[in-house]
């Protein structure tokens, strides 16, 4: 199985016996938005990551959605719409 750095900073899947349960806190109480064991370094892949993963969720969405439109104006800014979001992590 493999494993990826929480953004806890431990190289663990929530529940895990090295999981020190920063990932899946208590929501009642309140806490910071970053252990205080993870780096900048962490923080920045975590937060890039997050915006690779929803960049990935629109493409998907922009693609949808230009596929139900009718011909017209409307499908082809979506078309455009779509080849920006598709080409957005290649720059």
């Known amino acids: ?5 929480m953004i806890c900073g ?30 900048p370094a962490m923080q920045l892949a975590s937060a890039r990551r997050v915006a690779l993963d929803t960049l990935r969720e629109a493409e998907k969405a922009w693609y949808e959605y230009y596929g139900l439109c009718d011909v017209g104006p409307d499908r082809e800014r979506a078309a455009q719409v779509y080849e920006n979001v598709r080409l957005a992590t290649r720059l």
């Open 10 to 39: 431990r190289d663990c899947h929530p529940g895990d016996a090295n999981c020190n349960n920063y990932c899946n806190h208590d929501t009642s109480k309140p806490m910071a938005d970053h252990s205080p064991a993870a780096t």
């Open 1 to 5: 199985m493999i494993q990826k750095v």
